[in-house]
């Protein structure tokens, strides 16, 4: 059984397992031929399919050890990075840490506060980090695969100038790791130039799909988050990717939403009872929208988290406009039980649930929104999954790239370009005057 299933218990109005049976020969020919032949377009960008066995070990080992030393010296590790290059980081970060970690100091924590920049253009966050950091001893890692995308470079600037101002350019050099091209970019020449510490994001590894390079691996590893975990988790959803499609939730979950989206749905909610799973949303979204989203095709991923979002989009999702369907984030154990006990008089009338735990409750509220949610005509896909630790989540990290990669194949749509990003851009260098625009 794989570490991630899918039940389907409130699919069962909409369509049957006969509906997804006939998308099989398409999902097998879209993951067979088009990924792991390399027949598909894109496949100059195939190179995370097998990442989590044919990592670089050599570089993986300069990475703890580099975290490891570099960890010591630090209160603050600024993330500096936008998209791939910091959501699966910043999603890893959220979902594995303690929910308060950020309001520990450096010695209570026991590790660097990882920090992200970049990610925006706001003056207001910039300049209130430059005050945050003012009394902190903090390293930079400026990552970027292409090496000049205007957000993070902006920011580099500035946090750059601020290390070189405290440390001298010999000093700051110390305190600086650059993720990028093996051979080119602007980063990339910097790097070599000021005598940084560089990673490598891969050639054929696109940004949305190099949450297992040194993008996520260095700053979780400074963080002290355990990422040969993340590894082996992944390893082994690579190795369930192997499975007959009767047996490959990766495949199944492609071809459900396929089929969803071919009975009209337009948008996709991924859903999550615990906070911890906010970011991992955002890094989906990420990862669907733009290999996606192209054509003028595509499912909208969206999310929610429950059951905080059903007081607020709950009407929406139950009676808005049925366009909608659900893929549920469901962890089926944790370590953290909240037992409830009996209160004298009864004030708040929760005495019924005496002896149960919040944990409980909170498995209640899912399949009672669910089975609402199906008679709202909103189908439901639940992934089951054992408690979210780093195993977990390298599991469901790769899980989501495959499937990804099938979908997007199954659509028609090359999943890994995005074309579509480059119109703001130029917009945006226009009217800043950027000299050859
Ligand atoms: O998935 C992608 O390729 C993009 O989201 C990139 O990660 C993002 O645009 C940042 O690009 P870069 O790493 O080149 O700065």
């Known amino acids: 059984m794989s570490r991630i299933s899918i039940d389907s218990t409130y699919l069962d109005p909409f369509f049957n397992e006969e509906e997804v049976s006939y998308l099989e020969p398409l999902a097998n020919i879209a993951n067979k031929e088009m990924l792991l032949a390399h027949k598909g377009p894109g496949s100059d ?61 450096r010695e209570e924590r026991g590790t660097p506060q990882l920090i992200f920049a970049g990610t925006q253009l706001s003056a207001r966050y910039h300049h209130q980090l430059l005050q945050y950091l003012e009394d902190k001893r903090f390293a930079i890692n400026m990552i970027s695969k292409s090496g000049t995308t205007t957000e ?63 993008v996520g691996l260095f700053p979780l590893a400074v963080a002290g988050i355990d990422t040969d975990a993340i590894l082996e988790g992944a390893q082994e959803a690579l190795k369930d990717a192997e499975l007959p499609f009767e047996a490959n939730e990766m495949l199944q979950y492609a071809a459900m939403r396929h089929a969803l989206y071919q009975r009209g749905k337009s948008i996709e909610l991924l859903v999550s009872y615990d906070p911890r799973f906010q970011y991992i949303a955002e890094w989906w979204k990420q990862l669907y929208g733009e290999s996606e989203g192209k054509d003028n095709k595509a499912l909208y991923p969206a999310s929610a988290q429950f059951t905080a979002d059903l007081h607020s989009l709950g009407q929406y999702i139950q009676e808005g406009r049925r366009h909608l369907f659900e893929t549920v984030l469901l962890e089926s154990e944790t370590s953290y039980d909240l037992s409830i006990e009996k209160i004298a008089g009864n004030p708040d009338g929760l005495n019924y649930l005496e002896g149960k735990d919040m944990f409980y409750v909170n498995e209640k509220a899912a399949e009672g929104v669910s089975s609402a949610h199906r008679d709202g005509s909103v189908p439901n896909i639940l992934l089951r999954m054992p408690e979210l630790d780093a195993r977990t989540l390298g599991y469901l990290f790769y899980f989501f790239m495959r499937s990804c990669g099938v979908s997007a194949y199954m659509l028609g749509v090359n999943p890994f370009d995005q074309p579509g990003v480059e119109a703001y851009k130029s917009n945006m260098f226009k009217l800043l005057g950027k000299p050859g625009v």
């Open 152 to 214: 993070p470079a902006l920011a580099f600037r500035l946090f750059r100038k601020e290390l070189e101002k405290r440390h001298g350019e010999d000093g700051a050099r110390d305190l600086i790791i650059a993720t990028t091209d093996k051979q080119r970019g602007k980063l990339y020449e910097l790097a070599v130039e000021k005598g940084y510490e560089r990673f490598v994001v891969p050639d054929d590894v696109g940004g949305r799909y190099s949450v297992l390079t040194a």
């Open 45 to 105: 960008y195939h190179g995370w399919i097998n990442l989590p066995k044919d990592y670089d070990k050599e570089e993986y080992a300069r990475i703890v050890s580099s975290a490891e030393k570099l960890a010591d010296k630090i209160d603050v590790l600024l993330v500096i990075g936008i998209g791939g290059s910091y959501l699966g980081t910043r999603a890893a970060m959220h979902a594995l840490s303690d929910s308060f970690s950020d309001s520990l100091t």
